[in-house]
C-alpha cells in the first residue's frame, strides 16, 4: 500500500499511458495557468477538470485530507491580507465600487476604511482554490509517476546531474518519512501522548516527542541515503541514460495544447488582464 | 593474491576523543568470505567506512596508516571511484533500493559510473543471475519479500563488479528463510565467477546462518583486531563467548564434548559438519540409539494461566485490497513469554497493533479483548495501562535530554502522582540495566541501553502485557542475555509477554510458548517445545527453529528427540550415552 505521497504501480491510464514528461509539462502548465489567474471563476475549471485526474489515476482519497488542513489552517492568515482590501483601484474587471464596498467594518482612525469586501472575498477563495489545484495535481503526478521516470526523464532533458540527486532524496525520502512520522506518533501515543490541546503554547511544547526524534531520523535517514546513491556511484560523473524521451503523439499533443495554454493565458494576463479581478 | 589490506591503520572521528580503529594489521585474499565478528560498538561498521572510503572522505576523521584495495591506497580516491572496487550493502534494504522495477534497480550503479547501454545490460544480467534474481526483473521491489529486497540490494552492488563486497549485518532485519536466501547469494558471488571478496560485518545474533560459509574470521573489540584467522580456529577460542559475541550452537555443543573428554578432531562450525562429526563420535563410541534422559529439558516450564488476551476471527485489510489478516484466533496466557514468529509480511505486527487500537477490525464480528474488555471500546488512554507495545526502533521513540526523564514521561502525559512517579522510574532503572545511567544524555547511550530504555519507558504505565516488536534486534549475545532476563523478571512478577521476534535462538531459549503465523493466519501455537518438534509445519511457514534443534531433527534416526532446544538440553543426551559422565546445568 502506498504511504502519503509514495507513487503506487497501477494499471491505470495516467500510470502506463502517458510519458512522464508530459505529465511534468502539464502538471507544470497547470500550476503556471493557476498562478496567473486572481478570479475564482477561472479557477473553478481547473477545480473540476481536476476530478479526471483523480478518477483516473485512483489515488487514495486520504491524501487530500492534507490539501483539506492546508485550506482551513491557512484561511485566517491568507483573510488577513485580502478581507480588509477596500482599495477599489485594483480592480480590474469587477465594478471597483461593488468590489471594494465594505460589507462589514467602517472608518478607523490613521488606517482608513477596512472591511470585509466582495473581491475580498473573492481573492481569499481564489487563492484557496489556487492552493487545492496546485497540491492536487502534483500529488496525481507523485502518485502516478515513479522516481527512476522522474530521474530518467530530468536527464534526458540535460537537468544538472545535482538536480536530479536532490529530486530523487526527495522523491526517497518523503514517504520514507511518512513512515517514520507514523512510527513516532504511534510509539508516543502509547506513552499517553497527545498533540491536542486548546493552548497553543502547550501544543508547541508537546511537540518536542514527535519532533526531536523526527529530526534524529530525517538526519540519519538523509545520511544513510546519501551514502547508499553514492557507494553505488551516483556523482561519480556522467551518467547513462537508458530509456529515450520519445513521447507519443498523443503526448505531443498535450504538451503542445499546455504550452499554448500556457502563452495565451500569460499574453491573456498581459493584454486584456483575462483572470484578474 | 591480497585483494586487502589495513596496514597499521587507526582512525579517530573529527570529534572524537577516542579512535574507533587501532593499529588494524589484517588482509583479505581473493575470493574468500570474511567474518567481521564483534559486539555492538566493536568498531566494525567504522572498518567497512574506511574499507569503502566513506571515512575519511565523507564523515571527516584523522587516519593513520592505510587501507588498500586491490593496491590502490583509498586515501588518494573519492568514494565514487573507491565504488567501482568495493561496493557496500547496508543492513536495512528499504534505504538502498531507488527504482520501481528489480531491473532498474540493478543497472542503478552501472548507469551511473556512466558505462555504455551495452555494457549496463550484461552487467545487469549476470548479477540478476548469480543473485537468483532474474525471475524478480521487472517485479516492484516494494512487492518482495525482505529477503527478495535485501538480495535485490546485494545484485545491485554486484552489478558494480567489485573485488569487494562489503555487507554491513545483511541479515539482521530478516527472517530466517531470508538469512538463508542471502547467505546462499554470497557463496555464489564469492565462489562463482565474480570471484569477490565478501566481508561480512555481524554483531553474533546471525552468526549461525553464515559461520558455515566462512573462510577467514577477524573478531573486532573495541576498535582493536582480537582474533584473525580461519574460521574453524577463531570460532572455538574463549574470547568469542568472553566479547559476547558467541558460538554458534553447534560449535559450542562440540566444545562441551570436548571439554568433557570427547575426542573430537575437529569443532564443526556449520550445522552439516556436525551432523557428520556427531554420527562419527557415535559410531565410535557404539552408539547405535541413544538413551535419552527423561529429565534433559530444562526444569522450569510453566503451566499456562487464564487467557489475558483473546483474539477471535480477526481481519484486517489494507487499501486496496492487501489481507494482511485472515481470521486470528490466538489466546495470550497470563505470566507467559509468548513469541510470535513468521516470515516477514505474516500479519504478526498488523495483529499486535489491534491490540493496542492502533488499527481497527476490517470485521464486525471480531473479537480483540485484553483482560476480558474489548479493545476497540476501551479509550487509548485506557488500553495502554493494560496492555502496550514497544516498537522496534528505539530512535523513533527516545527525546528527552536524560534517562530519568524519557522514562518519567509517560506517568507525566498520565498525570501520575509524583511520588508514584519516581518509584516507577527508580524499579524501571533497576528492572532494565539502567541503574547508573538515570542522569546520562539518552542520545549518547549505546544501542543496548536505547533498547532496555524503549522498554523501560513503559514500565511506569504498569501494563499486565507488553507486546514488544524484535527487542533483541541490534544486540550482541550479551545484550540479548540482559534483554531476556529483564523480560523473565516481568514475567514472574506476573506480567505477560509477547515478543515478535525472527530470533528463534532466543524463543527456544526464553519463550514458554510460541506462534507461528502464515498468511495473516495462526497457523499453530503451543509450547515452544511442542513448536519446533514439527519441522514439516515450520517448514511450511519458511520458518526454520534453532540450529541445536535442526541438529536434533537431523539425528532424529538415532533416537534424538525431536524437541531439544538448547545446548545443555542436547548434552545432557549425549554426553551419557558418550560415556562422560553428565555434567548437567539445569535451567541454563
Same mark, same amino acid.
Given at each position: 500500500m502506498a504511504r502519503w505521497l509514495e507513487y503506487e504501480k497501477r494499471d491505470t491510464f495516467l500510470h502506463n499511458k502517458l510519458h512522464p514528461l508530459t505529465k511534468m509539462v502539464v502538471v507544470a502548465g497547470i500550476v503556471i495557468i493557476s498562478g496567473l489567474w486572481l478570479d475564482p471563476r477561472f479557477q473553478a475549471p481547473l477545480v473540476l477538470f481536476l476530478l479526471i485526474p483523480i478518477y483516473v489515476s485512483k489515488i487514495p482519497l486520504y491524501w487530500f485530507w492534507v490539501v483539506v488542513l492546508a485550506v482551513v489552517t491557512s484561511a485566517y492568515p491568507v483573510a488577513t491580507t485580502s @478581507?480588509?482590501?477596500? %482599495?477599489?483601484? @485594483?480592480?480590474? %474587471? @469587477?465594478d471597483p465600487v461593488w468590489a471594494s464596498e465594505p460589507l462589514l467594518g467602517g472608518d478607523v482612525p490613521v488606517i482608513g476604511t477596512i472591511g470585509i469586501t466582495r473581491g475580498g472575498l473573492l481573492w481569499l477563495l481564489n487563492a484557496e482554490l489556487r492552493s487545492i489545484i496546485m497540491a492536487s495535481y502534483i500529488f496525481v503526478f507523485v502518485y502516478t509517476t515513479s522516481m527512476s521516470e522522474v530521474t530518467d526523464t530530468l536527464l534526458g532533458l540535460g537537468a544538472p546531474q545535482p538536480v536530479v540527486f536532490v529530486v530523487s532524496i526527495a522523491y526517497k525520502l518523503v514517504p520514507t518519512m511518512s513512515r517514520v512520522v507514523e512510527n513516532i506518533m504511534n510509539a508516543q501515543r502509547l506513552r499517553g501522548w497527545s498533540l491536542r490541546h486548546w493552548n497553543p503554547v502547550k501544543i508547541v511544547r508537546r511537540a518536542a516527542p514527535l519532533m526531536k526524534p523526527l529530526m534524529r531520523r530525517v538526519a540519519m535517514l538523509v545520511e544513510q541515503i546519501t551514502t547508499t546513491t553514492q557507494v553505488r556511484g551516483f556523482g561519480s560523473g556522467k551518467v547513462t541514460v537508458t530509456r529515450k524521451l520519445d513521447p507519443k503523439p498523443l503526448d505531443i499533443a498535450l504538451m503542445v495544447v499546455t504550452a499554448v495554454a500556457v502563452v495565451a493565458s500569460v499574453v491573456g494576463v498581459i493584454l486584456v488582464d483575462l483572470g484578474q479581478l | 593474491m591480497k585483494v586487502v589490506e589495513f596496514k597499521d591503520f587507526s582512525l579517530r572521528y573529527l570529534r572524537s576523543e577516542e579512535r574507533s580503529l587501532k593499529n588494524i594489521n589484517v588482509s583479505f585474499e581473493k575470493g574468500t568470505t570474511v567474518g567481521l565478528l564483534g559486539p555492538a560498538g566493536a568498531g566494525k561498521t567504522t572498518f567497512l567506512k574506511a574499507l569503502m572510503g566513506i571515512v575519511p572522505h565523507i564523515e571527516p576523521g584523522y587516519i593513520e596508516g592505510s587501507v588498500t584495495v586491490n593496491g590502490l591506497d583509498n586515501s588518494e580516491h573519492k568514494v565514487a571511484e573507491i565504488a567501482r572496487r568495493v561496493a557496500l550493502v547496508l543492513e536495512n534494504p528499504d534505504v538502498q533500493i531507488f527504482s520501481l522495477t528489480v531491473g532498474d534497480d540493478v543497472a542503478f550503479g552501472p548507469k551511473n559510473l556512466g558505462m555504455p547501454a551495452e555494457d549496463i545490460i550484461r552487467r545487469v544480467e549476470r548479477a540478476m543471475q548469480e543473485t537468483g534474481i532474474v525471475a524478480l526483473r521487472d517485479r516492484n521491489p516494494n512487492d518482495l519479500s525482505g529477503g527478495q529486497q535485501q538480495t535485490l540490494a546485494i545484485a545491485g552492488a554486484v552489478a558494480m563488479e567489485p573485488k569487494v563486497l562489503a555487507m554491513d549485518e545483511p541479515t539482521a532485519m530478516l527472517d530466517p528463510v531470508g538469512k538463508d536466501e542471502v547467505m546462499s547469494v554470497v557463496e555464489r558471488i564469492t565462489k562463482g565467477d565474480t570471484q569477490a571478496t565478501t566481508v561480512i560485518a555481524e554483531s553474533g545474533a546471525d552468526l549461525e546462518a553464515l559461520a558455515g560459509k566462512l573462510d577467514q574470521v577477524v573478531v573486532l573489540d573495541k576498535g582493536e583486531v582480537i582474533l584473525d584467522g580461519p574460521a574453524e580456529e577463531v570460532l572455538i577460542d574463549a574470547k568469542i563467548n568472553e566479547v559476547g559475541i558467541g558460538r554458534p550452537q553447534v560449535t559450542e555443543l562440540f566444545v562441551r564434548l570436548r571439554d568433557a573428554g570427547a575426542e573430537v578432531p575437529n569443532i564443526p562450525v556449520s550445522l552439516d559438519q556436525a551432523a557428520e562429526s556427531l554420527r562419527r563420535l557415535l559410531v565410535e563410541a557404539g552408539v547405535d540409539q541413544l538413551q535419552v534422559p527423561a529429565d534433559y529439558g530444562r526444569p522450569d516450564e510453566r503451566s499456562p494461566g487464564e487467557p489475558v488476551v483473546r483474539i477471535r476471527n480477526l481481519h484486517h485489510t489494507y487499501r486496496p485490497n492487501v489481507r494482511a489478516l485472515r481470521g486470528v484466533d490466538l489466546d495470550i496466557h497470563q505470566g507467559e513469554l509468548l513469541g510470535i514468529i513468521g516470515q516477514n509480511g505474516s500479519g504478526k505486527t498488523t495483529m499486535c497493533y489491534h491490540l493496542v487500537k492502533l488499527l481497527k477490525p476490517s470485521n464486525k464480528d471480531a473479537v480483540v479483548e485484553v483482560l476480558g474488555q474489548s479493545v476497540q471500546k476501551l479509550r487509548l488512554r485506557e488500553v495502554i495501562g493494560q496492555i502496550n507495545y514497544i516498537f522496534q526502533n528505539p530512535d523513533e521513540q527516545i527525546f528527552a535530554d536524560r534517562v530519568r526523564d524519557e522514562i518519567g514521561f509517560a506517568p507525566m502525559m498520565m498525570e501520575y502522582g509524583e511520588e508514584e512517579t519516581k518509584q516507577a522510574i527508580e524499579e524501571a532503572l533497576d528492572i532494565f540495566n539502567l541503574r547508573g545511567h538515570g542522569d546520562d544524555y539518552t542520545m549518547k547511550l549505546p544501542q543496548d541501553l536505547k533498547t532496555y530504555l524503549s522498554i523501560a519507558c513503559i514500565y511506569p504505565l504498569r501494563p499486565k502485557v507488553y507486546i514488544i516488536d524484535e527487542p533483541t534486534t541490534g544486540l550482541d549475545t550479551h545484550g540479548i542475555e540482559v534483554m531476556m532476563g529483564a523480560l523473565r523478571v516481568l514475567r514472574d512478577a506476573g506480567h505477560t509477554i509477547a515478543i515478535v521476534t525472527h530470533d528463534m535462538e532466543t524463543v527456544a531459549r526464553h519463550c514458554d510458548r510460541a506462534a507461528v503465523m502464515l498468511d495473516g493466519q495462526v497457523l499453530m501455537v503451543g509450547t515452544t517445545r511442542e513448536v519446533f518438534a514439527q519441522p514439516e509445519r515450520l517448514i511450511e511457514a519458511d520458518i526454520k527453529p534453532p540450529q541445536i534443534t535442526q541438529l536434533g531433527h537431523t539425528l532424529s534416526? &538415532?533416537? =534424538?528427540? =525431536?524437541?531439544?532446544? &538448547?545446548v545443555p538440553e542436547m548434552a545432557n543426551i549425549l554426553l551419557p550415552n558418550l560415556g562422560l559422565g553428565s555434567p548437567v546445568r539445569r535451567g541454563e
Open positions: @478581507l480588509g482590501q477596500t %482599495n477599489a483601484g @485594483l480592480y480590474r %474587471n @469587477l | 534416526d &538415532t533416537g =534424538m528427540p =525431536m524437541d531439544v532446544l &538448547t
